[in-house]
């Protein structure tokens, strides 16, 4: 570990049954970068987010966050030392105002309990609405904080869970298909919106089925086939890499493009 790298994942695997999901995937994540992953269906890509943030335990390797092995950590734990995610398929509370979906993540980081309540309970929930209103208005959605999220359009509800994450205040941020059924102004809207958190510091692992947002926000891309790496470079590298036109064209070093 050198002291820019936040993530080191090493011989990292993951077997379900007879499939190998993600098989020895090794990789690192440095302080401040913006890293895209990318893959055909079925690559292991949201299998490797889970094997990160511990939704799922790996088969075998090692996942060391910030100095610290990681594995056999809860998500909450995980989150607590500094890191969060979104997920590819919603995980909003419907029935919940916009402004307490978001303050879930700010209780889940810094925590509140009992004792809390006794000792110092003003300025723990001080602390709390404060992160909450910094990440809605980080996106944009602190006019509509008492709305239910079930009234926001599927559009808000992704920033909404950004929102969420982002009131964990976290060191390393991992975006999960975060442009998955938006359109094409939405996407670029989304495009300009992870660039500027990017510029502001943020350290962000992004996976994407939308390739042209990869390519043009990301500095470095990493790509997974049939659960291994077979390619960690910079995007116009990674474009031009046979191994990565096999995995998604079926199309060799020796063929061409018709």
Excluded at 194 to 216: P, Q, R, Y
Excluded at 223 to 236: H, M, N, Y
Aim: with cysteine; glycine share 12%; net charge negative.
């Amino acid at each position: 570990m050198t002291a820019e790298t936040l993530l080191e994942v090493t011989a990292l695997s993951r077997a379900f049954g007879g499939l190998r999901a993600v098989d020895d995937v090794s990789a690192q994540i440095r302080k401040g970068e913006l890293v895209g992953l990318i893959g055909p269906n079925g690559a292991g890509k949201t299998t490797l987010f889970n094997l990160i943030s511990g939704f799922t335990p790996p088969s075998s390797g090692t996942v060391v966050f910030r100095g610290r092995t990681i594995n056999g950590l809860k998500p909450h734990q995980v989150s607590r030392l500094g890191m969060a995610r979104t997920f590819q398929n919603l995980r909003i509370f419907p029935n919940m105002t916009v402004f307490d979906n978001v303050s879930v993540g700010a209780v889940g980081a810094l925590g509140y309990g009992l004792r809390h309540g006794f000792f110092g309970g003003r300025a723990r929930a001080e602390e709390i609405s404060a992160r909450t209103w910094a990440a809605l208005e980080r996106v944009g959605l602190a006019g509509v904080a008492g709305e239910l999220a079930a009234n926001l359009s599927y559009g808000k509800r992704k920033y909404l869970e950004i929102a969420r994450a982002l009131a964990t205040d976290p060191v390393l941020l991992i975006l999960d298909e975060p442009a998955a059924g938006l359109n094409d102004t939405e996407t670029a809207e989304l495009a300009r919106f992870i660039k500027g958190l990017h510029a502001e510091g943020g350290t962000i692992l992004l996976v994407e089925h939308d390739m042209g947002l990869v390519m043009s926000i990301c500095e470095r891309v990493m790509v997974l086939a049939s659960g291994a790496k077979i390619a960690d470079a910079a995007p116009a590298a990674v474009q031009a890499d046979p191994a990565v036109l096999e995995a998604y064209l079926g199309i060799a070093d020796d063929e061409e493009v018709a």
